[in-house]
């Protein structure tokens, strides 16, 4: 089993940043991505995410504005936000998927974009 964290979400005007945080604790050996999705109520779309090797994925739409990192010990995940857009406004999720194909999820955190 795996528990997630996450911190950081919040209310800011578009242009702003805001950073999300996800410690994960429990069975954390068998990663195989730990990232962030989100939900706007059309589906729940991948943001970023850290492979187990390193490699790094983004959603075209947030490309030059997030930047996903981890700390060294590789259980906390964060999530720079910046240039933050009303389209950005969301639930956003923790994810961490593990190499035999169970997904955890965190709780959620409401991001709010608007002037």
């Known amino acids: 089993q795996v528990q997630l964290v996450e911190s950081g979400g919040g209310s800011v005007q578009p242009g702003g940043s805001l950073r999300l945080s996800c410690a994960a604790s429990g069975s954390l050996r068998s990663m195989d991505a730990m990232g962030w999705y989100r939900h706007s109520g059309k589906e729940r779309e991948l943001v970023a995410n850290i492979l187990v090797g390193g490699g790094k994925r983004y959603a075209d739409s947030v490309k030059g504005r997030f930047t996903i990192s981890r700390d060294s010990a590789g259980n906390t995940v964060y999530l720079q936000m910046n240039n933050l857009k009303p389209e950005d406004e969301a639930v956003y999720y923790c994810?961490?998927?593990?190499?035999?194909?169970?997904?955890?999820w965190g709780q959620g955190t409401q991001v709010t974009v608007s002037s």
């Open positions: 994810n961490y998927g593990s190499i035999g194909g169970a997904n955890y």
